[in-house]
């Protein structure tokens, strides 16, 4: 073995020690990377809960609206029943029963329509909120996973150490939908 041998070998040493040095970055960006895919998946599930609760919410609105216009044209038609004259007084009084039961079914029938319309808007809401923050958790993730890998072609740890806060900042995020209320 003559001295350029030995200084390949001192050379390739100093090489796989160094590239033994980046195997923790190169395992964190693998962890990064099922995080990232993780977080899309269930952000995705939540904005598409949120858009079908927003589609239930409108048809319970528009429930509400047919209800509400049933109500009114009731009660027109009680009102015109009132100021018109009609021979047979037992179908008259038969009549305003009628209207006046309808009246009193439109009437629960609208508070219950307006609750649940409420209700489902509330859970749009809170679907929302929740898709916003594995958005965010997603957007924290992709940055550290990024930052991370330039620790590769650097060799500078300071792009890991950063890409690790940014990740954890993603992964706070994401988890933060469990706690909202």
């Given at each position: 073995?003559?001295?350029?041998?030995?200084?390949?070998?001192?050379?390739?040493?100093?090489?796989?020690?160094?590239?033994?040095?980046?195997?923790?970055?190169?395992?964190?960006?693998?962890?990064?990377?099922?995080?990232?895919?993780?977080?899309?998946?269930?952000?995705?599930?939540?904005?598409?809960?949120?858009?079908?609760?927003?589609?239930?919410?409108?048809?319970?609105?528009?429930?509400?609206?047919?209800?509400?216009?049933r109500e009114y044209d009731t009660q027109l038609t009680a009102d015109l029943m009132s100021v018109v004259t009609i021979d047979n007084k037992e179908t008259a009084a038969k009549l305003n029963k009628v209207?006046?039961?309808?009246?009193?079914?439109?009437?629960?029938?609208?508070?219950?329509?307006?609750?649940t319309a409420e209700s489902l808007q509330v859970a749009v809401e809170k679907g929302e909120a929740r898709a916003d923050r594995f958005d965010l958790g997603e957007i924290m993730l992709e940055i550290g996973l990024v930052i991370t890998s330039v620790t590769l072609l650097t060799r500078s740890r300071i792009y890991w150490i950063v890409g690790l806060v940014f990740s954890i900042t993603g992964i706070v995020a994401a988890a933060s939908v469990y706690i909202l209320k």
């Open positions: 073995m003559d001295a350029s041998d030995v200084q390949d070998l001192k050379e390739h040493a100093e090489h796989g020690a160094h590239e033994e040095s980046l195997r923790p970055v190169a395992f964190t960006m693998s962890v990064l990377a099922v995080l990232v895919a993780v977080t899309t998946v269930l952000g995705e599930r939540t904005h598409e809960n949120a858009v079908l609760a927003q589609n239930q919410a409108t048809d319970a609105w528009n429930e509400y609206q047919a209800q509400k216009i209207y006046s039961e309808h009246e009193k079914k439109w009437d629960s029938e609208l508070k219950q329509d307006q609750a």
